[in-house]
């Protein structure tokens, strides 16, 4: 995946907590995704909240982080099989390694 300057900031960051403000459509939803699915995958336990502006960019970042997951499961077969600690819903991506991603709304009136 080749990076544009400011998302390279963004991927490299090492903050704790990482808040963004930005214009639509810039390709930072995609490199969040990417960055979730990463810590995911090498942070056994990790739980990552993001935080979007309404509840269908909320489930949006669920669907691309669902794909991803799926795409990494066809390419190793039984890699992400489903168990006990493995679901995915409209809110949230828990793999099998207990990560989780709890994707939640700004909006006050999603709640």
Do not use: W
């Not at 990494?72 to 168990?83: A, D, I, K, M, R």
């Amino acid at each position: 995946m080749r990076l544009l300057k400011y998302q390279r900031e963004v991927f490299q960051s090492t903050a704790q907590t990482t808040i963004i403000e930005k214009p639509r459509q810039c390709g930072l939803t995609s490199l969040m995704v990417y960055i979730v699915l990463t810590r995911m995958l090498s942070r056994p336990g990790h739980r990552v909240y993001y935080i979007s502006r309404d509840e269908d960019s909320a489930k949006e970042v669920i669907e691309k982080l669902t794909h991803a997951v799926q795409a990494l499961n066809s390419v190793e077969p039984g890699f992400f099989q489903v168990g006990k600690r493995a679901q995915a819903s409209k809110s949230r991506v828990t793999l099998r390694n207990g990560s989780c991603c709890i994707a939640l709304s700004s909006n006050i009136d999603a709640i």
